[in-house]
């Protein structure tokens, strides 16, 4: 069983469309996060939920909506996607004060 | 979180220990050393994590310095599998995020 599991793994979409990325942990853990990776290589925290409740939320555009309907799940829904926004959408979950995180195998968005 | 400076890339040959460095002389007292690995294309991996003692699990062992102001994560006998960049971390317990920099990149040569 895939610990962190991401879908799609890949997306393409064109520009102005509206997408959405699926995360799901059978982990146990608290907390779950989204990472954003660009093609310059470099991770950035984007939002942090911890049982359902936005912990963190680091300056990303309004376009981007997390949503934790449980403590297991954490989805992405983007809105009126733009070339910007292409990058890998890394998920993780884990406890708060545990031993690391786990991350999920990306999701590769292409905007277009 | 502390901020860690990392050398940028260095090689390694398969069989021998890699020695991976870390500064992190602004890091307070509560803040554990986190470090995850890279591979191309996957998402990170933690490997090991630390607060004072050194610590060793099945991946890697980890040395810190008494003062804490240093660490080295030490991957016994390289294999080519280890290429990857390598991300050290200082996270405060109750700090609910991690913050990657740039990292090494160890490429482990044949």
């Known amino acids: 069983d895939t610990a962190v599991s991401q879908t799609p793994k890949y997306l393409v979409t064109q520009m102005g469309n509206d997408k959405s990325i699926k995360c799901e942990q059978n982990?146990?853990?608290?907390?779950m996060y989204w990472y954003k990776q660009d093609s310059k290589k470099f991770l950035k925290i984007m939002f942090s939920y911890n049982n359902k409740e936005l912990i963190i939320n680091e300056t990303v555009p309004n376009r981007f909506s997390p949503k934790s309907p449980d403590k297991a799940h954490l989805n992405l829904h983007i809105n009126s996607l733009e070339l910007g926004d292409s990058a890998v959408y890394f998920c993780?979950?884990?406890?708060?004060?545990?031993?690391?995180?786990?991350f999920g195998s990306g999701t590769r968005l292409t905007v277009v | 979180d502390a901020k860690t400076t990392q050398p940028p890339s260095m090689d390694c040959a398969e069989g021998r220990a890699a020695n991976l460095p870390c500064n992190h002389s602004?890091?307070?007292?509560?803040?554990?050393v986190y470090w995850y690995r890279q591979i191309h294309s996957q998402g990170p991996q933690y490997i090991i994590h630390?607060?004072?003692n050194n610590e060793t699990n099945e991946m890697a062992s980890l040395i810190i310095t008494e003062d804490r102001k240093s660490s080295t994560l030490i991957l016994p006998h390289a294999t080519l599998r280890d290429t990857a960049v390598y991300y050290c971390i200082g996270r405060g317990g109750s700090n609910y995020k991690l913050t990657f920099g740039k990292g090494t990149l160890l490429t482990v040569n044949p």
């Open positions: 602004t890091i307070s007292g509560n803040e554990y």
């Open positions: 630390g607060l004072k």
């Open positions: 993780a979950s884990s406890q708060v004060e545990g031993n690391g995180y786990t």
């Open positions: 982990l146990g853990h608290d907390t």
